[in-house]
């Protein structure tokens, strides 16, 4: 059981550059979540999908967009990155469906916007 | 903003020293949930309390939520260079879920 696969798990962009990252989970959970993690900020929900169609903004959406394909993936997009946009940023899930307690998390995208 | 504060943001012990790392909400939380970062690593989810009051154990790690559900506390007893890491604590209120900032936690062996 693989649990929440992400990748890339390493990416360097240019400023103005898009990319997608990709997240997957194999537990049958209904909730998926995008979150960025920086020094001193803990971690910052970007965008939440409590199912299949649906997603629900969160603290820090501006410059991201997403995408729940299926009930096993979310995918999250940025379309014209900045170096604001550093970061690590982690997928997570959990099989309920309140905006609120994610349980398992990948590995984590380590993200440097030049 | 950040609706949930963690004090301290870093901790060194002895080994076999206790360690305890605070969350304090503004407002009254639904329920709070505990995980653990290694260096390097993802979060992992530890527990979460929902009860006014609540306490509970895991091994070496006590937690409790407060009465008023506005604070909650992590307990370690007798630390080993296993428990390095940062734990944070992540509280609900109404549809929303912060983040505190975490603890970092540091064991001289």
């Known amino acids: 059981n693989a649990g929440v696969t992400q990748t890339p798990k390493f990416q360097v962009l240019k400023t103005g550059q898009s990319m997608t990252l990709q997240c997957a989970q194999d537990m049958n959970h209904n909730s998926m979540y995008w979150y960025r993690q920086d020094p001193g900020m803990g971690l910052r929900l970007i965008y939440y999908s409590a199912s299949e169609g649906t997603t629900d903004k969160g603290e820090v959406p501006n410059g991201y967009n997403v995408s729940r394909l299926n009930k096993r993936e979310f995918s999250l997009r940025l379309e014209s990155a900045a170096p604001s946009q550093t970061s690590v940023y982690f997928c997570?899930?959990?099989?309920?469906?309140?905006?609120?307690?994610?349980?398992?998390f990948g590995d984590g995208t380590r993200l440097s916007i030049l | 903003g950040q609706q949930v504060m963690q004090i301290p943001q870093y901790q060194h012990v002895q080994e076999g020293e206790d360690f305890t790392t605070y969350c304090n909400s503004s407002?009254?939380?639904?329920?709070i949930q505990w995980y653990k970062q290694r260096p390097g690593g993802h979060p992992v989810f530890l527990i979460q309390?929902?009860?006014?009051?609540e306490v509970k154990k895991q091994k070496r790690l006590t937690f409790q939520f407060g009465e008023a559900k506005k604070n909650s506390s992590l307990h370690i007893t007798a630390t080993q260079t296993t428990d390095v890491g940062t734990y944070f604590c992540?509280?609900?209120?109404?549809?929303?879920?912060?983040f505190g900032t975490g603890t970092s936690l540091t064991v001289i062996p």
């Open positions: 309390l929902v009860k006014s009051g």
């Open positions: 992540a509280g609900s209120t109404g549809n929303q879920f912060y």
């Open positions: 997570a899930s959990s099989p309920g469906t309140v905006k609120a307690q994610p349980q398992h």
């Open positions: 407002t009254t939380l639904s329920n």
